[in-house]
C-alpha cells in the first residue's frame, strides 16, 4: 500500500505560480513512475504530467506544455509538479499517482495509487 498526500494548492491570480508536493510513504519511491492528473467542476479527471522512476523521462499534456514541469526528489520521497503562468482554466483538484512500474504513462487506468487531492484556483 502506498499513501500519496498531495499540498501547495491555493488561490492565486492569472499569471501566478505554485508548487505543488506529493510525498509518498514507501521505501521503494524509487521505483514507482509518478504522475499528476487534474479535475475541474463538471469535467472528466485529465492527464497533466508523469516522469519515470528516475526523473529522466517526463511527459506533458499539450495545454501544460512549457508552463509546468514535473520533478521528483527520490532521495526525499517526494514529486513536485511547478505550474508558471497559471490560467484560469487550470483551475481544478490536482491529483497525484503511482505507478508499480518505473516506465510513466499517461492514461489514468495505469495508475495504482492515487492521494485525495488539493484544489488549485486560478482567478483573478
Known amino acids: 500500500q502506498v499513501q500519496l498526500v498531495e499540498s501547495g494548492g491555493g488561490l492565486v491570480q492569472p499569471g501566478a505560480s505554485l508548487r505543488l508536493s506529493c510525498a509518498a510513504s514507501t521505501r521503494s519511491f524509487s521505483s514507482y513512475a509518478m504522475g499528476w492528473f487534474r479535475q475541474a467542476p463538471g469535467k472528466e479527471r485529465e492527464f497533466v504530467a508523469a516522469i519515470s522512476r528516475t526523473g529522466a523521462n517526463t511527459y506533458y499534456a499539450d495545454s501544460v506544455k512549457g508552463r509546468f514541469t514535473i520533478s521528483r526528489d527520490n532521495a526525499k520521497n517526494t514529486m513536485y509538479l511547478q505550474m508558471n503562468s497559471l490560467k484560469p482554466e487550470d483551475t481544478a483538484v490536482y491529483y497525484c499517482?503511482?505507478?508499480?512500474?518505473?516506465?510513466?504513462?499517461?492514461?489514468?487506468?495505469?495508475?495504482?495509487?492515487w492521494g485525495q487531492g488539493t484544489q488549485v484556483t486560478v482567478s483573478s
Open positions: 499517482a503511482s505507478r508499480s512500474s518505473g516506465s510513466a504513462r499517461t492514461g489514468q487506468g495505469d495508475y495504482d495509487y
